[in-house]
């Protein structure tokens, strides 16, 4: 068989392959980040709380009206996928936090011990693993495993920005979360995390931002969605010492999920994983609302009653 005939029958060995169901071509799999054109950036700083607070020891467990119902809403029926990032140590040293990789482990760890989701499928980017590339990569991978009956979840602790980004939105002002390259400062704006999710299947997906300005994040509204933000569009979110984590997430996960302390409702669910208590995503969120003295939380809730992860 001559050279050319070969180079023909391998080239049409590869369009076969590609074209088979299920199956992606390596090339095909990644994308390199491309940053969108965007005007008077400012970067938002998560802050770092300056000594203790007044109500040193921690928040109170108080009780507000909340968005919980106490109704359970349906649950899953497939597999389950998390995304979570947590950036403390960015590029040179005057933008790095203290918690923000906290955050991210605490998330990791309630998602396994408390809720039972298999290691294998939660994606950790932590620090300088967690590139806008190596973010993009694991959404987009992501959307090409996930069906209908899934449910994917999606926390992001670090930094937050604004600016008039060619995102794909209509937006006047927009929001991002920052990460990096490696060696500079990237920004993810709001209209491109719209754009890489609205590949999923499945409509059930939480999202958990604990960083400044994180309200408008609201882009990524739509029915199925839980958005939990540590902040309001133009606020601010705090980190400290007393917490050894963000305000929000330590209230959100540390006390409300890992600890239960957010368990209102008898959700009729005996406990969840060998626990006691089953601690639903809204009634974390009304803790952390209720508790947190220097956040200001906002949630979009498009979920039908109580999400229990």
Request: proline share 4%.
């Amino acid at each position: 068989m001559s050279f050319r005939k070969i180079v023909i029958l391998m080239i049409l060995a590869v369009f076969l392959f590609a074209s088979m169901p299920g199956v992606v071509l390596a090339k095909d799999k990644a994308h390199d980040f491309k940053p969108v054109p965007a005007k008077d950036v400012q970067l938002v700083k998560k802050a770092a709380l300056k000594g203790p607070p007044p109500w040193a020891g921690g928040g109170k467990g108080k009780k507000k009206e909340g968005i919980a119902t106490g109704i359970l809403g349906e649950p899953v029926s497939g597999d389950r996928y998390a995304i979570v990032i947590g950036i403390s140590d960015y590029p040179g040293s005057q933008n790095d936090l203290a918690y923000a990789d906290d955050d991210a482990l605490a998330m990791e760890s309630a998602l396994i011990d408390v809720y039972g989701f298999s290691p294998v499928n939660i994606i950790a980017l932590i620090d300088g693993n967690a590139t806008a590339t190596n973010i993009q990569n694991a959404i987009y991978n992501l959307s090409n495993m996930v069906g209908a009956d899934d449910e994917v979840v999606f926390f992001y602790s670090g930094h937050g920005a604004r600016g008039r980004a060619d995102d794909g939105d209509k937006e006047r002002i927009d929001e991002a979360i920052v990460s990096h390259d490696g060696t500079d400062i990237v920004y993810i704006w709001d209209g491109q995390l719209k754009d890489w999710f609205s590949g999923f299947a499945t409509s059930r997906i939480v999202f958990v931002f604990d960083t400044c300005l994180a309200g408008g994040m609201t882009d990524l509204s739509a029915p199925g969605r839980v958005l939990n933000m540590a902040a309001s569009e133009r606020g601010y979110s705090y980190e400290g010492d007393i917490w050894g984590h963000g305000e929000f997430t330590y209230y959100f996960v540390v006390k409300g999920m890992n600890e239960g302390k957010a368990d209102i409702y008898d959700h009729n669910n005996n406990g969840y994983k060998g626990e006691s208590f089953d601690v639903v995503v809204e009634e974390a969120y009304d803790y952390a609302k209720a508790n947190c003295q220097y956040d200001k939380p906002t949630v979009s809730d498009e979920f039908d009653n109580d999400l229990l992860l």
